[in-house]
């Protein structure tokens, strides 16, 4: 059972206490006045089981008999084997007389292990972000795990934080791991010398993004996730958090560092 019919459940059961009335329920999980009679009805008659869909478990009506995916698999493998997803689809219709569209010829022969063919692609051109005009509007922080101190050493990780404008080393410390004692140190010690900035760039890690798909009640009734103990202290201190989706996005780290920062960087054990 998923989180949707949890959801479901929770929202009845305070219906039947008398907490909330079955028209706020229904607005609470989208279904209209009447649809939510229906699931109470389902819930009343067969318990929590009544939200689980009577199809569900079953193969589906629509699937194909298991002599054409055998077919079908065995011209891919022997005879087409060099033909993409579309060739493929076209051949069977042309000179085998099995018409399928391409989804599903994909799917039979992803499920069988048959990789894609791909065409070799050139690397994507990507923009870079144009730096902030103020300094202290936009600051970036991250973690560096490395041997810093020497292989024979435990690795620890670099926090630091940077100046996006200017490339000013705000703050920078060592810390065993990556993590929320880290970043909230940081955010005290800019806070504390330069004041509060504006934004604050900076990757998904755990300790500063939801990474996991667990919704409470709580969470499933406010439309939101709560966030990291990092991710509160921003909210408090009114501290826009943006998170890069991708490596590429921070590439402008070294690039805003003057190069005497980024030498005593090189330099910093």
């Known amino acids: 059972m998923g989180q949707r019919e949890l ?3 929770h929202l009845m059961e305070m219906v039947k206490v008398g907490k909330i009335t079955l028209r706020e329920a229904g607005e609470r ?24 869909h009577g199809n569900r478990g079953r193969p589906s009506n629509h699937r194909l008999k298991e002599a054409l995916r055998e077919r079908v698999l065995k011209l891919s493998e022997e005879v087409y084997w060099d033909f993409n997803d579309t060739h493929f689809t076209e051949k069977l219709r042309e000179c085998e007389g099995i018409d399928l569209n391409r989804e599903t010829v994909r799917k039979l022969r992803r499920e069988a292990g048959m ?10 051109h990507r923009k870079r972000r144009e730096r902030k005009a103020q300094e202290g509007w ?9 041997p810093w101190l020497g292989r024979d050493l435990p690795p620890c990780c670099l926090m630091a934080a940077i100046d996006e404008a200017t490339g000013k080393l705000l703050a920078a410390r060592f810390f065993p791991f990556e993590g929320s004692a880290g970043y909230l140190w940081l955010l005290k010690e800019m806070v ?18 939801r990474n996991d798909h667990h919704w409470s009640l709580e ?13 509160l202290a921003l909210e ?32 910093f054990v």
């Open 236 to 267: 408090a201190l009114g501290i826009q958090s943006i998170s890069a989706l991708s490596p590429q996005a921070k590439e402008g780290w070294n690039d805003s560092l003057p190069p005497s920062r980024i030498v005593w960087e090189q330099n």
């Open 29 to 52: 999980i989208g279904v209209s006045y009447r649809q939510a009679k229906r699931i109470g009805q389902a819930i009343r008659e067969r318990g929590i089981q009544g939200l689980v």
């Open 115 to 124: 990789a894609p063919k791909r065409r070799r692609r050139g690397p994507k």
């Open 138 to 146: 936009m600051v970036l922080w991250d973690g560096s795990p490395h």
């Open 219 to 231: 969470e499933q009734l406010a439309g939101r996730q709560e966030p990291t103990q990092v991710g």
């Open 192 to 209: 504390k010398k330069y004041g509060i900035p504006m934004i604050i760039y900076q990757d998904r890690h755990g300790a500063l993004h």
């Open 7 to 9: 959801k479901r459940w």
